[in-house]
């Protein structure tokens, strides 16, 4: 089988080729994005792989088709970039990689909250400068906060263990609640209930048409003063400038994004002498009270061989169990 590899940094071809040694799978490796514009490099492949910003639209698999490409392998657990009706009706499987390693981004998800509430940013360079004042540095004990965790699947319940080990009190949301979480010392309630009632609100939700700017004016009207907003899910989650408007107010005291509603334009390039054309992100940067990591989340090294084995197995039609392989298509 051969497989055009989009997106594909040195870190993923490391862990790939690692995976790719003794498989019937020959792999190219391209590091541009999956797009209308970069579509003629499918041409004499079986497959492609691609990432969370390729843009697989209703053309893009059409002309996938028509090159001849028979499996899209996902390497990562969303895949709201992939138009599944389109590749259904063209007859080209798609796979992804559900479960990666929940504990990674649940772990980034508590150093966001560690971060922005300890402001461990601040003191680094506070402290590179030869300024040891303490003012300006003041936190607040995890212990005894109320945590409203949205979305409990496989991170959101690493994340509620985690927080329980602090010794917070944890508040979930979910369509399908975990018995597990509750044995744990979890409860269930309404999602505004987690509004009202929560001084750190982390998401883990899928991004689809009832979670699309869930963070909105409307929601966050009805959260406490100062609330914590985390969220290393998908970008549109938030509603990027009605967030910014409850910075300017107050009403969110803290937030922390691993994730951002436009980063396919910016996120996992290095754009340090380039001027970032999004006045709304760049504007959100100037906060003292946000932090920002650029879809780091996920980025551990057994998250990484977890991918490139289960892509692997995708791209072979392997759907064990351990592989956690799963087909959308």
Do not use: W
Request: aromatic share 8%; glycine share 6%; with cysteine.
């Amino acid at each position: 089988m051969k497989v055009a590899v989009f997106s594909c940094k040195p870190y993923d071809k490391r862990t790939l080729a690692t995976f790719t040694k003794d498989a019937d799978v020959s792999m190219t490796y391209f590091e541009s994005r999956l797009s209308m514009e970069t579509i003629s490099l499918v041409k004499g492949f079986d497959a492609v792989s691609c990432f969370v910003n390729d843009d697989v639209n209703a053309d893009v698999i059409h002309l996938l088709k028509q090159q001849g490409v028979n499996t899209i392998a996902l390497r990562c657990a969303g895949f709201n970039n992939v138009d599944l009706e389109a590749a259904k009706a063209e007859g080209i499987k798609v796979f992804h990689v559900p479960d990666y390693s929940p504990t990674s981004v649940a772990e980034h998800a508590v150093a966001l909250i560690m971060t922005l509430n300890r402001k461990t940013h601040r003191a680094y360079h506070r402290v590179k400068e030869g300024n040891f004042a303490l003012e300006g540095l003041m936190g607040f004990n995890l212990a005894g906060k109320t945590v409203g965790c949205i979305g409990t699947g496989r991170i959101g319940a690493a994340f509620c263990r985690i927080m329980k080990g602090f010794g917070c009190r944890v508040l979930c949301y979910d369509l399908y609640p975990s018995q597990e979480l509750i044995d744990q010392g979890c409860q269930y309630i309404t999602l505004d209930e987690i509004y009202q009632q929560s001084d750190i609100i982390s998401l883990h939700c899928p991004l689809n048409a009832s979670t699309h700017h869930l963070i909105n004016k409307h929601s966050l009207d009805k959260m406490k003063d100062g609330v914590m907003i985390i969220n290393t899910s998908r970008g549109a989650l938030v509603h990027a400038q009605e967030a910014i408007d409850a910075l300017y107010s107050g009403k969110i005291g803290y937030l922390g994004l691993d994730v951002y509603e436009q980063e396919n334009k910016i996120f996992f390039e290095d754009m340090s002498s380039h001027i970032i054309q999004d006045s709304v992100f760049q504007l959100m940067l100037t906060f003292p009270n946000v932090v920002v990591t650029g879809h780091q989340g996920y980025f551990t090294i057994e998250a990484l061989n977890h991918i490139a084995q289960t892509t692997v197995d995708n791209l072979l039609h392997h759907q064990s169990d351990s592989s956690g392989a799963r087909q959308l298509a």
